[in-house]
């Protein structure tokens, strides 16, 4: 059974950083493209980033580039988020994911098979 589960979310202040965490189980994801999305509260689930499986070619949206980086450990079949100089734009629950198919670069959550549960990221003003 595959597994994503992340941690590291929390409340932090406008300009703080956070770490968040993916640990993957039940299969293993080094071959696949994983993706990081948010969802704020009555707002779509967005993209945030995606990073290749050899960590060569990443990929971020607009509104995080420059303070949001994306990162794997394929040893640990873990992908992390670093996210910088936060906003309380960014407040939202953040998921990871992975494509249905290994080696598929994609920004659209339909085309992400496996999901995390989220974790809720809040930045006070």
């Known amino acids: 059974q595959v597994q994503l589960v992340e941690s590291g979310g929390g409340l932090v202040q406008a300009g703080g950083s956070l770490r968040l965490s993916c640990a993957a189980s039940?299969?293993?994801?080094?071959?696949?493209?994983m993706g990081w999305f948010r969802q704020a509260p009555g707002k779509e689930r967005d993209f945030v980033g995606t990073i290749s499986w050899s960590g060569s070619r990443i990929y971020y949206a607009d509104s995080v580039k420059g303070r949001f980086t994306i990162s794997r450990d394929n040893a640990k079949n873990t992908v992390y988020l670093q996210m910088n100089s936060l906003k309380p734009e960014d407040t939202a629950v953040y998921y990871c994911?992975?494509?249905?198919?290994?080696?598929?670069?994609?920004?659209?959550?339909?085309?992400?098979?496996?999901w995390g549960q989220g974790t809720q990221v809040t930045v006070s003003s």
């Open positions: 039940g299969r293993t994801f080094s071959s696949y493209y």
């Open positions: 994911a992975a494509p249905k198919y290994s080696g598929v670069f994609t920004t659209t959550p339909g085309q992400y098979a496996y």
